[in-house]
C-alpha cells in the first residue's frame, strides 16, 4: 500500500475510534430529548403507542449499533438508523402540535447542526441533513403561511445545510491536524532523527512485544574506529557514515527489527533460528559495509550475536550481545563472534587474533580482516 493511502487508512480508522463514543452520545441525548418531547407534547393527549415503540426500537438499534460499530462503515449505518428514528419520532409528536411549522423548523435546525461534525464524509452529512429536512418539513404542509413563504424558507434550508457542512468541514481538518501532529510527535519519539531506522527505545519496545513469542538472533553492532573518522574529518562525515552503515543493516531482507541503541552502535533481530544461516547472515552484513567507503576509508563493523530461543531473558540477551561484541572488538574487529552459550564456543578467537596480528592493513584504510575465517 503506497504511503498516502496508508496514512489515509490509518488517519480513518483514528478517527472511526475518535469519534465512535461520540456519536454513541449524542445519539442517547437524542432519545432522551425525544422522551421529554414526547411527554411535554402528549401531556393532555393519548400516546400513540404502537409507533413511538417503533420509532424508539429504531433509536435503539442505532445506538447498538453505534456502539458495537467495529468499522466506520459500521457506525455510519448506526448513525443514519438513529437519526431516521430520532427524526420520525419528533414529527411524530409535532403532529399533535396546534402550530407544528416553527417546531419543525427548530427541530431540524438543532439534528442538522449538532450532528454535523460527528459524520467523517461529507456525502453522509448532506444525505443524512437531506433526510432529516424532507422528513421533518412533510410535517408543515398543511401550514399554508408557511409555504407561501418557500423562499425564506428554502435560503433557511439552504443556510442550515450550508452551517453544517462548514462545521464538518472544520471539525475533520481538525481531526486531521491533530492526527498529523500526532504522527510527527511519534516520529521522533520513537524514530533516530539522522539515520531514519528506529532509535533505542523502538527498537527495545518492539522487541519487548515480539519476543519471546517471536524467536530468532540479536546482532549487536559497532562501526569500528568511528571516533577516528570523527577526529580525522569531522562530524559531518561521521554522521554520513551512521547514514551508510544504516541503510545497510536495514535493508537486508533477513534483518526484521533494525534500530540504533546509540552512538555508532546499533541493534538487529533476525527471525533466522539456524546458527549456520545466522553466520551466513552477520559475514554478508560486514562485507557489504567493507564496500562502503568515505574520503577513501573503508568502512568495516564488529558483531555480537546471541540467540534468543526463549531461555534467555531479553536484559540478559542484551548483555550477552555486549559481551559478543566486545569479544569481536578485543580479536582484531571487522567479524562477528557469537556469545559464549553451552551450544556456541569460540576456541580459536586467540589463535586467529595471534595470525591476523600480524597482517599489515592496507594503505589509508582500516584493519580488515576476512569475517569469513572467523570460528563460531
Known amino acids: 500500500m503506497p504511503h498516502d493511502q496508508a496514512d489515509g487508512a490509518d488517519f480513518l480508522h483514528q478517527s472511526f475510534l475518535e469519534l465512535r463514543p461520540i456519536a454513541v452520545y449524542l445519539q442517547m441525548l437524542g432519545v432522551f430529548a425525544w422522551l421529554a418531547s414526547l411527554l411535554f407534547s402528549h401531556r393532555y393527549r393519548q400516546v400513540d403507542s404502537l409507533n413511538s415503540v417503533l420509532v424508539l426500537l429504531i433509536m435503539l438499534a442505532g445506538i447498538l449499533f453505534s456502539s458495537l460499530a467495529s468499522h466506520h462503515r459500521t457506525l455510519l449505518l448506526g448513525m443514519l438508523l438513529n437519526l431516521a428514528g430520532l427524526t420520525l419520532g419528533f414529527r411524530l409528536n409535532i403532529m399533535t402540535v396546534a402550530d407544528p411549522a416553527p417546531w419543525a423548523i427548530s427541530i431540524a435546525v438543532c439534528i442538522t447542526l449538532t450532528m454535523a461534525p460527528v459524520f467523517h464524509r461529507t456525502p453522509a452529512f448532506l444525505l443524512a441533513s437531506s433526510g432529516i429536512w424532507l422528513l421533518m418539513l412533510q410535517s408543515t404542509q398543511g401550514d399554508q ?26 471539525f475533520r481538518r481538525l481531526r486531521l491536524r491533530d492526527f498529523t501532529l500526532r504522527r510527527e510527535l511519534e516520529t521522533l519519539a520513537f524514530q533516530d532523527a539522522l539515520t531514519g531506522i528506529d532509535n533505542r527505545r523502538s527498537l527495545l519496545e518492539k522487541l519487548q512485544a515480539w519476543y519471546p513469542a517471536q524467536m530468532g538472533h540479536f546482532l549487536m553492532v559497532d562501526i569500528d574506529d568511528f571516533k577516528s573518522v570523527n577526529d580525522d574529518f569531522g562530524h559531518d562525515v561521521g ?18 527489527l533494525c534500530g540504533r541503541l546509540g552512538g555508532e552502535e546499533f541493534g538487529l533481530f533476525t527471525r533466522l533460528t539456524d546458527h549456520g544461516q545466522v553466520h ?12 562502503c567507503r568515505i574520503q577513501q576509508r573503508q568502512l568495516s563493523i564488529s558483531i555480537g550475536i546471541v540467540s534468543m530461543d526463549g531461555r534467555i ?18 580479536h582484531g574487529k571487522n567479524r562477528h563472534v557469537f556469545a559464549m552459550t553451552a551450544e556456541y564456543t569460540v576456541p580459536q578467537l586467540a589463535t586467529q587474533a595471534r595470525m591476523e596480528a600480524k597482517k599489515k592493513p592496507p594503505q589509508g584504510g582500516l584493519s580488515v580482516t576476512r569475517s569469513d575465517s572467523q570460528a563460531s
Request: hydrophobic share 50%; proline share 1%.
Open 145 to 170: 403561511r408557511l409555504w407561501a413563504q418557500d423562499s425564506w424558507l428554502a435560503l433557511l434550508v439552504f443556510i442550515c445545510t450550508t452551517s453544517g457542512l462548514m462545521l464538518n468541514i472544520l
Open 313 to 330: 531473558g531479553l536484559s540478559a540477551a542484551l548483555r550477552e550481545a555486549d559481551r559478543a561484541l566486545y569479544q569481536a572488538k578485543r
Open 239 to 256: 554522521d554520513q557514515v551512521l547514514q551508510e552503515v544504516a541503510t545497510v543493516l536495514s535493508r537486508h531482507p533477513e534483518v526484521s
Open 280 to 291: 551466513a547472515l552477520a559475514c554478508q552484513l560486514i562485507q557489504q559495509v567493507n564496500q
